[in-house]
C-alpha cells in the first residue's frame, strides 16, 4: 500500500540554483528559504561548500547559511564533497550534509574530479567527523539509472555504491536520475538495489524531469513504500556537469500530486506556488511548474 504522509526536501536553493548563470544575491536565496519554510517545507537543502571555480553561484553558502531564520523543526541541509567543505559547513551549523557520489565511473569524474573508489576514500572521514559533531549525514547517488557519458546504470552499480556509503556510515541515501531518463520499472530496479543496504525510512527519490517521466517515476517509487523525496520549487535546476539536464520535478506538481492521492505532506500548495513565483521573477522567468502555472493563470 501507499504511503500515507511523504517526506519533501525542497533542493531548490542548492540543486535549483546552482547552475544558473546569472548571479543570485544571497539575500533572495535567504528570502527563498524563508517562504519555503512557511510553506510548510520540514526540510532544505539550502546551499553546497564546493569549489568556488567549479560552481561560483554557491560561493555565498556562508551567508546565505548565516542568514537564514532558522525554525527548530526544520532540518537544514547542506552538501560537502570532501574534508575542506566539511569543515567550512560545520561553522554554519547545518543539521544534515550531504555526499555525493555517482554510480557511474564517469560521472565521478567529472562532477568530483575522482573515481567512485577515491570519493569513497574521500567521504569517510567526512561522515565520521560531522557524525562526531553530531551531524547527519546523506549520501546522494547521482546517475542511478542512466549516465550523459555511460548511458544506462545496471542497479547492481546501484546496490554497490549503495553498499560502500552503508560501510562508512552513511545514514541515508538518494535515488538520484540526474539527467531525468528514468521510466518507472528502471527507477523501481535502482530504488530495490538500494533497498539491498538501507530501510525504506532511508532511501529517497530525487528525480530531475529533463525527460518528463519524474512524476511517473515517483509514483513508481511511492508503489514501493518510498516516503522522501527531493524537489525543486518552480522546477528549479540542472547539475552543471550534465550537460542538458533540466531542473528537479518542481514541487508544486509532487505536492498536487500527493494530496490529489490523499498523502500528507504538511505543505501549504498556494504558499509554495508563492515561493516559486518569487524566485522566478527574481530569475526574471516563469515557474517551470504545469501546477503553478495552472494556479497562476486561474
Ligand atoms: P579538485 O580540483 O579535485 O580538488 O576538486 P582539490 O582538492 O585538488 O582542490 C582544488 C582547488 O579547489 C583548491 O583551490 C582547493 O582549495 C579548492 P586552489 O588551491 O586551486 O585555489 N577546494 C575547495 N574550495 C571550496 N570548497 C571545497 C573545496 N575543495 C577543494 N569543498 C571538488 C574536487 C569536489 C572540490 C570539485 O570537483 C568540486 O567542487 N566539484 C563541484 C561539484 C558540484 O558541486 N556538483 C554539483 C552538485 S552534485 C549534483 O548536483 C547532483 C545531485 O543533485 C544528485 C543528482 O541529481 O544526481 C546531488
Ligand atoms: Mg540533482
Known sequence: SLPTQVRIIDVGPRDGLQNEKQPVPAAAK????????????REIEVTSYVSPKWVPQMADNHEVMSGIRRDARVRYSVLTPNMKGLEAALR???????????????????????????SIERFAPVVQAAHAQGVAVRGSMSCSVGCPYEGDIAPERVAYLAGLMKGIGVDRVD???TIGVGTPRKIQGAIEAALTHYDIAHVSGHFHDTYGQALANTLAALEL????????VAGLGGCPYAKGATGNVASEDLVYLLHGMGIDTGIDLDQLVDAGAFISAQLGRKPNSRVATAILNK
Open 225 to 232: 513504500g518510498v516516503w522522501n523525496f527531493q524537489s525543486s
Open 30 to 41: 535567504i528570502e527563498l528559504v524563508a517562504r519555503l519554510q512557511a510553506a510548510g517545507l
Open 175 to 177: 535515488v538520484a536520475d
Open 92 to 118: 554554519d551549523r547545518p543539521d544534515e550534509i550531504c555526499v555525493f557520489g555517482a554510480a557511474s565511473e564517469a560521472f565521478s569524474q567529472k562532477n568530483i574530479n575522482c573515481s567512485i573508489a577515491e
